[in-house]
């Protein structure tokens, strides 16, 4: 089993920055396939990011491209997400999870997830 726990979220204002981190218990870190999701009030949980096994391999939903950036530290056993340029619209949960597939976008396909951090835009 896998335990994770992220961290970094808070209140910015709209156009700020923000670098979420998720750490994972274990020593098989460097097994999954990691990803980021986040859920806003009355919404879905929705995909935001992922990163392969290695780090060599990244992938972001359409909405986030280009202002999201996830990476992976295996010697710390961290993922992390940093956002920039952010919006209201990113008002959300932030997510942690791993998987044992190659590549994984959607929530049923994620095996174990953190509690959440909650980022919140202000306009």
């Known amino acids: 089993q896998v335990q994770l726990v992220e961290s970094g979220g808070g209140l910015v204002q709209t156009g700020g920055s923000l670098r979420l981190s998720c750490a994972a218990s274990?020593?098989?870190?460097?097994?999954?396939?990691m990803g980021w999701f986040r859920q806003a009030p009355g919404k879905e949980r929705e995909f935001v990011a992922g990163?392969?096994?290695?780090?060599?391999?990244?992938y972001y939903a359409d909405s986030v491209k280009g202002r999201f950036t996830i990476s992976r530290d295996s010697a710390k056993n961290t993922v992390y997400l940093q956002i920039n340029t952010l919006k209201p619209e990113d008002t959300a949960v932030y997510y942690c999870?791993?998987?044992?597939?190659?590549?994984?976008?959607?929530?049923?396909?994620?095996?174990?997830w953190g509690q959440g951090t909650q980022v919140t835009v202000s306009s």
């Open positions: 999870a791993v998987t044992r597939r190659d590549y994984g976008a959607l929530t049923n396909e994620f095996d174990y």
């Open positions: 990163i392969s096994r290695s780090g060599g391999g990244t």
């Open positions: 274990g020593r098989t870190f460097s097994s999954y396939t």
